[in-house]
């Protein structure tokens, strides 16, 4: 099955800098990377996805690269904000099949 | 507010009691998903349902049951079976194709 891997497990940057956070997977059949996002207590969110056929894809402040020969992906937020501070997961899908999440990083941007 | 309903928000049981956890979902989704997640961990899986009448073990099913009788609910029972049922739990739902996975708001289970 497949195994999703998230580096690093904690993240503190200070305001206005940028924060990447890498996962790699397993299983070269994956076709679809969300990301998501969860404030303390709350449901996560999708705040940025990409599939197999596009490399990099940007949404604002934030984007997300994918490499599949090497099998990984990133996500990268420029300009960060304290409100940015959240556990963020990544994630491996592939149709008909079940979500692979990482372990997530805590990302904390210090005023 | 994403179209996926998890209740009750905050559950108390006692040791040993059976409990079911609610999740309904009118956004027309064939899979869904519950999840366990403790203090400052990651997301776990518990069982997920690709159709109706038909679900699979996720990696922590011990100590759990669902039941899939209709697309729009997914309900949970934590059982007597489950060493450690403190935690938050997170039912969501996704289109059997490449979409995102909608979450519900969770359940906060203590067993005291």
């Known amino acids: 099955g497949e195994n999703v891997e998230q580096h690093p497990s904690t993240l503190s940057v200070q305001e206005g800098d940028s924060a990447v956070i890498k996962c790699t997977y397993s299983?070269?059949?994956?076709?679809?990377f969300p990301w998501y996002k969860q404030e303390l207590g709350k449901r996560p969110q999708l705040i940025i996805d990409i599939r197999s056929n596009v490399g990099e894809k940007k949404d604002q402040r934030i984007a997300v690269t994918l490499n599949k020969t090497a099998k990984h992906f990133s996500l990268h937020i420029t300009e960060t904000q304290p409100e940015d501070s959240a556990v963020y997961f990544c994630a491996a899908h592939l149709a008909f099949n079940k979500f692979y999440f990482g372990s997530g990083t805590k990302l904390n941007v210090k005023p | 507010d994403g179209g996926i309903t998890q209740s009750p928000k905050y559950l108390f049981r006692k040791e040993g009691q059976n409990v079911t956890l609610s999740c309904e979902q009118n956004?027309?989704?064939?899979?869904m998903y519950w999840y366990r997640q403790d203090p400052g961990q990651g997301l776990r899986l518990i069982y997920y349902?690709?159709?109706?009448?038909?679900?699979q073990k996720g990696d922590i099913a011990e100590g759990y049951s669902v039941s899939r009788e209709k697309k729009e609910s997914f309900p949970l029972t934590v059982t007597s079976a489950q060493k450690n049922p403190t935690a938050f739990y997170l039912c969501?739902?996704?289109?059997?194709?490449?979409?995102?996975?909608?979450f519900g708001q969770g359940t906060r289970l203590t067993v005291v």
């Open positions: 956004l027309n989704h064939d899979a």
């Open positions: 969501a739902s996704s289109m059997q194709a490449n979409t995102e996975a909608f």
């Open positions: 349902s690709q159709i109706v009448n038909d679900f």
């Open positions: 299983d070269s059949a994956s076709n679809y």
